[in-house]
Nanobody, 115 residues
Framework: QVQLVESGGGLVQPGGSLRLSCAAS????????MGWYRQTPGKQRELVAD???????LYSDSVKGRFTISRDYGQNTVYLQMSTLKPEDTAVYYC?????????WGQGTQVTVSS
């Protein structure tokens, strides 16, 4: 089992920045990929960014150049640095951790971009 605890969401003005954190505990050695999805009401959850154990990174086109994902292997934490935020980035952001058998999810953190 893997437990994920997220932090860092909130309200920010357009053009601003936020950093999300996700700390993993439990069966850490079984984790391959970690990353972030987001979801708005009435829409499917969409991938934002993914980072493999080896450090390969994937971003959705909508956030490329504005968001940066990173992973601290010693602290078992994944971060999402979000810059130049837009109102359309408003969503609940979910951290995940993928093992060979299962995907584990955090509780979600609300990010609201509004003036």
């Amino acid at each position: 089992q893997v437990q994920l605890v997220e932090s860092g969401g909130g309200l920010v003005q357009p053009g601003g920045s936020l950093r999300l954190s996700c700390a993993a505990s439990g069966s850490i050695s079984s984790i391959s990929n970690m990353g972030w999805y987001r979801q708005t009401p009435g829409k499917q959850r969409e991938l934002v960014a993914d980072i493999t154990r080896g450090g390969s990174i994937l971003y959705s086109d909508s956030v490329k150049g504005r968001f940066t994902i990173s992973r601290d292997y010693g602290q078992n934490t994944v971060y999402l640095q979000m810059s130049t935020l837009k109102p359309e980035d408003t969503a609940v952001y979910y951290c995940y951790a993928q093992t060979s058998m299962h995907a584990f999810w955090g509780q979600g953190t609300q990010v609201t971009v509004s003036s």
